[in-house]
């Protein structure tokens, strides 16, 4: 039996055969019917048609950055774990990777002529690779601070450099953020859509937050991709965090919401882990983000997590019956600048 098959036996199973044809097309799907996969109780039958999708659009190719983490100047910086490697403004010289993002606890009073520097000097020391900072959440912080409309403050942010936006757990699940990425393609920035979710939060209100992204995007938005970020990040307990049949869901519901009009859906390795990023290339997934430029790797402790190097990140893509590609910050192709 042929994989398409067999995967075609599994959706047919679960009473969704009629969703498959529109699947393997790239068809928008109707909000019953995504409601119809949410419900079925079959999370293997929803990623399997969710897959069908991906390789529609993507094929076997999984794209992923090697980003280069930029501590936030004049933030006080806190020793990190093996699992998290970033870099000083003035040591970024030299170091290979194909984005750039900017890190650290910035405080909640953050003035945004501060803010603006901070985006000045990483594109000074690497005016070569696109630029991710400041989640929604710190735009709209930065908007209170300074008394600055939303609009206004991603007009600035953008003017001085900033590519995309960042985010992080827990990002997306109320549609508040959905007004700064709008303001963010207004100014001519191409985002990426957090779709937030929690433990038993994979349900109506998540299908809504995803009717809400299409809709942008369908009405002229500028998604790159759709991220999947789970309010919780590897290694919460299961009381707490989603169990790995609701990450599935919530991945695979993402791919057919979105696909017609968003090409991409990501998935954060350091949020999610590894292993389970990797299972999710087979959930409509077709890009990851987690790897780090750095000159040298700390080694681990005890059993700790390891820190996610280029090599491993495509041998996690190739396990996973992929072909790693290397994109930017913008999804451009940058094999060949990188070598």
């Given at each position: 039996?042929?994989?398409?098959?067999?995967?075609?036996?599994?959706v047919?199973?679960?009473?969704?055969?009629?969703?498959?044809?529109?699947?393997?097309?790239?068809?928008?799907?109707?909000?019953?019917?995504?409601?119809?996969?949410?419900?079925?109780?079959?999370?293997?039958?929803?990623?399997?048609?969710?897959?069908?999708?991906?390789?529609?659009?993507?094929?076997?190719?999984?794209?992923?950055?090697?980003?280069?983490?930029?501590?936030?100047?004049?933030?006080?910086?806190?020793?990190?774990?093996?699992?998290?490697v970033?870099?000083?403004?003035d040591?970024?010289?030299?170091?290979?990777?194909?984005?750039?993002?900017?890190?650290?606890a910035?405080?909640?009073?953050?003035?945004?002529?501060?803010?603006?520097?901070?985006?000045?000097?990483?594109?000074?020391?690497?005016?070569?690779?696109p630029?991710?900072?400041?989640s929604?959440?710190?735009?709209?912080?930065?908007?209170?601070?300074?008394?600055?409309?939303?609009?206004?403050?991603?007009?600035?942010?953008?003017?001085?450099?900033?590519?995309?936006?960042?985010?992080?757990?827990?990002?997306?699940?109320?549609?508040?953020?959905?007004?700064?990425?709008?303001?963010?393609?207004?100014?001519?920035?191409?985002?990426?859509?957090?779709?937030?979710y929690?433990?038993?939060?994979?349900?109506?209100?998540?299908?809504?937050?995803?009717d809400?992204?299409?809709?942008?995007?369908e009405?002229?938005?500028?998604?790159?991709?759709?991220?999947?970020?789970?309010?919780?990040?590897?290694?919460?307990?299961?009381?707490?965090?989603?169990?790995?049949?609701?990450?599935?869901?919530?991945?695979?519901?993402?791919?057919?919401?979105?696909?017609?009009?968003?090409?991409?859906?990501?998935?954060?390795?350091?949020?999610?882990?590894?292993?389970?990023?990797a299972?999710?290339?087979?959930?409509?997934?077709?890009?990851?983000?987690?790897?780090?430029?750095?000159?040298?790797?700390?080694?681990?402790?005890?059993?700790?997590?390891r820190?996610?190097?280029?090599?491993?990140?495509?041998?996690?893509?190739?396990?996973?019956?992929?072909?790693?590609?290397?994109?930017?910050?913008?999804?451009?192709?940058?094999?060949?600048?990188?070598?």
């Amino acid at each position: 039996m042929s994989r398409e098959s067999l995967l075609k036996r599994i959706v047919d199973a679960a009473g969704l055969g009629d969703l498959w044809i529109a699947a393997r097309r790239g068809a928008r799907i109707a909000r019953s019917d995504l409601e119809r996969v949410r419900t079925c109780g079959h999370p293997l039958a929803a990623a399997a048609l969710a897959d069908a999708r991906r390789e529609q659009a993507a094929g076997v190719v999984v794209t992923h950055p090697w980003t280069l983490r930029v501590r936030a100047p004049s933030i006080p910086f806190v020793a990190e774990s093996a699992m998290f490697v970033s870099h000083p403004i003035d040591r970024l010289a030299g170091v290979p990777a194909t984005e750039t993002q900017l890190v650290g606890a910035l405080p909640s009073d953050l003035p945004l002529g501060l803010a603006l520097e901070m985006i000045r000097s990483v594109k000074s020391a690497r005016p070569d690779v696109p630029l991710r900072a400041f989640s929604p959440s710190q735009v709209e912080e930065l908007s209170i601070t300074d008394g600055a409309s939303l609009g206004d403050v991603v007009t600035e942010l953008a003017r001085v450099g900033l590519d995309t936006l960042d985010w992080a757990p827990g990002d997306g699940t109320d549609g508040a953020a959905l007004r700064v990425h709008e303001h963010a393609h207004d100014a001519r920035m191409k985002t990426v859509a957090p779709v937030g979710y929690s433990k038993g939060g994979v349900d109506e209100a998540f299908l809504g937050r995803l009717d809400a992204i299409r809709e942008l995007d369908e009405n002229g938005g500028g998604f790159l991709s759709a991220v999947v970020l789970p309010d919780r990040t590897e290694g919460a307990s299961p009381l707490h965090g989603p169990a790995g049949t609701e990450d599935t869901l919530a991945c695979a519901l993402t791919r057919l919401a979105l696909g017609h009009t968003i090409s991409h859906v990501t998935i954060d390795a350091h949020v999610i882990g590894h292993k389970l990023a990797a299972l999710l290339l087979s959930a409509g997934a077709d890009d990851v983000v987690g790897a780090q430029a750095a000159a040298a790797w700390t080694t681990p402790t005890g059993d700790g997590p390891r820190p996610l190097n280029p090599d491993r990140m495509r041998r996690y893509v190739i396990e996973a019956r992929r072909s790693p590609d290397l994109r930017d910050g913008l999804f451009r192709d940058a094999t060949a600048s990188t070598g």
